[in-house]
């Protein structure tokens, strides 16, 4: 069987486990929060650029289909085509093995196919963008300036470097490593109006990122700021050393291993790719990766931060591996084995956790924080939190204690875009957000498009313990005359407590009110 055939099942198996893993788990918080983004589509949001919502629009059909498949099927398809774009990439730069391997890895990694490669996340269309720059880089790199192909390349670069920074702004690193490149190995590119016409498309495509935050004080740029400026903050070495194993688990252990190993090849000249296109995968991966341990030695980092650049390493022990195969057509290494078993392990525990661990993970096991940072709930429960709600809420409206289209009203982004998703687009109701724009995020411009609370209208507030806030409750409160004794829907997992939703019927707000607030 060739390679490529190969590559063509791993993608259709791969899919198909995702595919699973979407039907068994509820979306998370971050999901059903970019899913809201697709509500109505901007050239850019608090958080991110647009891609993944007009992503998530194409593939609910215009938002007509609504369940956790159709709003993650994105993630998998381009997790599947990523997984082609690897195997190109090893091909590329070595044989037909080495991507085979390559491919194999791309697979074994958590962030490229669960966390990135299932939930839907910016990261999910930014990885089709990431590696086909690099392939075009590659490609530009072997070529000289006089060659007919190459502005149409460095065209086509600017294009894909484009998208990725529209996608995330983790992108730019491409364009680090471009620059570097030129900077220590190529300065004839600068002789090539190419790059300069590449480096205008991309500034074309990225243009309403930055008219958008133009217009609203660069927010963007303050609020991501603020989550990795090292100014101000202690040393944090326990922090770091958390990070670095929070990399490991979140990109594959044996994987991450395998990198670092093959670095070390790299240095002593044992891997069998060219140099300079060795250079290339350095330049454009491991500024990303050293900023973000340098920053989470003085502040708290998500480990999958750097996952594009571990992903575009990995065709390094890809190199090596073919290098030390024991026959040109070796299916899967013992090493690969283990890589993609401890995948699988992950993904069903994953399962498995959400679905059927009894009680919560969290240390709050009763009162109102029940269940507090225990991340499984955000994918837990909230189906049958809504089909509760939706209950009560058509009694309510029956027996006239409550107003038709009464709309609910949250105070944080994370537990309003799951009330969205699974109660208020069941009941057809309106979200309203109340608060600080570091706590809204994306809610503060989308209170805008939405009818505004008037002087005595009423509304529900939903507050569930593992995201209970005093702050942010009693600022609901002081925008009410009132509200009555709430309705408590207690949630079991495995037949212990998990969570308590609490439903208040808020009464009489007072017109005048801040609902928004925009950061001093």
């Known amino acids: 069987m060739s390679f490529q055939k190969r590559v063509f099942l791993l993608i259709i198996a791969s899919a198909i486990l995702k595919l699973f893993f979407s039907t068994t788990t509820g979306l998370g918080a971050d999901e059903v929060y970019y899913w809201t983004y697709a509500l109505k589509l901007q050239w850019n949001y608090f958080d991110h650029p647009p891609l993944v919502a007009w992503l998530i629009r194409l593939t609910t059909g215009n938002l007509f289909f609504h369940n956790e498949v159709s709003v993650r099927l994105g993630a998998i398809i381009c997790s599947s085509i990523c997984i082609w774009l690897i195997f190109k990439l090893g091909a590329l730069m070595n044989n037909l093995q080495t991507g085979w391997f390559a491919a194999l890895l791309y697979t074994a990694s958590v962030y490229c196919s669960i966390t990135a490669g299932t939930n839907i996340l910016p990261d999910s269309p930014q990885m089709i963008f990431w590696l086909t720059s690099i392939i075009l880089l590659i490609k530009i790199s072997r070529i000289t300036n006089d060659n007919p192909k190459v502005n149409l390349l460095w065209c086509l670069f600017g294009l894909s470097t484009g998208l990725c920074m529209m996608s995330k702004v983790h992108g730019v690193f491409i364009w680090i490593g471009a620059l570097l490149y030129v900077l220590f190995i190529n ?285 942010t409750s009693n600022l609901v409160n002081q925008c009410f005359k009132q509200y009555d004794k709430p309705f408590v829907i207690t949630q079991y997992r495995s037949g212990l407590i998990c969570r308590y939703i609490s439903v208040y019927r808020m009464r009489g707000y007072l017109n005048g009110s801040s609902i928004t607030k925009a950061t001093p």
């Open 187 to 471: 300065r004839n590119w600068l002789k090539n109006w190419g790059i300069y016409l590449a480096i205008l498309i991309s500034l074309i495509i990225v243009s309403p990122i930055i008219i958008w935050n133009f217009q609203n004080d660069f927010i963007t740029y303050k609020f991501h700021s603020s989550r990795i400026n090292p100014i101000g903050s202690g040393l944090d070495l326990l922090g770091f050393i958390k990070n670095v194993f929070g990399q490991m688990a979140s990109n594959n252990p044996i994987s991450f291993v395998l990198i670092y190993i093959s670095l070390l090849s790299v240095f002593k000249g044992k891997i069998p790719v060219e140099k300079k296109e060795i250079k290339i995968l350095l330049f454009c991966s491991i500024p990303l990766i050293a900023l973000m341990l340098f920053i989470s030695l003085f502040k708290d980092t998500h480990p999958y931060w750097p996952g594009p650049a571990y992903s575009s390493l990995l065709i390094l022990p890809a190199a090596q591996l073919a290098a030390n195969a024991k026959s040109k057509k070796q299916i899967i290494p013992g090493v690969l084995k283990w890589a993609l078993a401890y995948l699988v392990i992950i993904a069903f525990l994953q399962i498995l956790v959400t679905n059927h661990f009894p009680g919560t993970l969290s240390l709050q096991k009763q009162g109102p924080k029940t269940g507090l940072d225990d991340l499984t709930l955000d994918s837990y429960g909230w189906r049958e939190a809504g089909n509760s709600f939706d209950s009560l809420y058509q009694s309510d409206v029956a027996k006239n204690i409550m107003p038709a289209n009464a709309p609910i009203v949250i105070t944080n982004w994370d537990t309003g875009a799951a009330i969205e998703f699974y109660v208020a687009h069941k009941t057809k109701q309106q979200v309203i957000g109340i608060g600080d724009i570091l706590d809204l995020h994306q809610y503060y411009w989308a209170n805008k498009y939405k009818k505004q609370l008037k002087a005595g209208d009423s509304a529900y507030f939903i507050v569930a313990s593992d995201g209970f806030n005093y702050r």
